[in-house]
Nanobody, 121 residues
Framework: QVQLVESGGGLVQPGGSLSLSCAGSGSIFSSNTMGWYRQAPGKERELVATITNGGSTYYADSVKGRFTISRDNSKNTVYLRMNQLKTEDTAVYYC???????????????WGQGAQVTVSS
């Protein structure tokens, strides 16, 4: 079974910085994509950033230039450094790991429990 445990988050003033981390354990296929999503109250969950095991990254336009995603493959851990935070970044942030089996073509996806990030003065 795969588990993702998030840490970090909290309360920060606008313009401040926070970091999130997400440690994976269990049977995680080495060739995978890890990412961060967020869900604000009353809104749908949205993609924030993703990173492949090879280091290729993708960012939503709303966070480009402010957030940085990184990972440690040896630890199955993904990080999100958030700078220049805005009130609209307030949300529950979820990490995700996903991959497709090379043999069965079955897709696997697992989520973390979520971490609250609140940006407020």
């Amino acid at each position: 079974q795969v588990q993702l445990v998030e840490s970090g988050g909290g309360l920060v003033q606008p313009g401040g910085s926070l970091s999130l981390s997400c440690a994976g354990s269990g049977s995680i296929f080495s060739s995978n994509t890890m990412g961060w999503y967020r869900q604000a109250p009353g809104k749908e969950r949205e993609l924030v950033a993703t990173i492949t095991n090879g280091g290729s990254t993708y960012y939503a336009d709303s966070v480009k230039g402010r957030f940085t995603i990184s990972r440690d493959n040896s630890k199955n851990t993904v990080y999100l450094r958030m700078n220049q935070l805005k009130t609209e970044d307030t949300a529950v942030y979820y990490c995700k790991v996903e991959w497709t089996s090379w043999t069965s073509n079955r897709r696997y996806a697992y989520w973390g429990q979520g971490a609250q990030v609140t940006v407020s003065s």
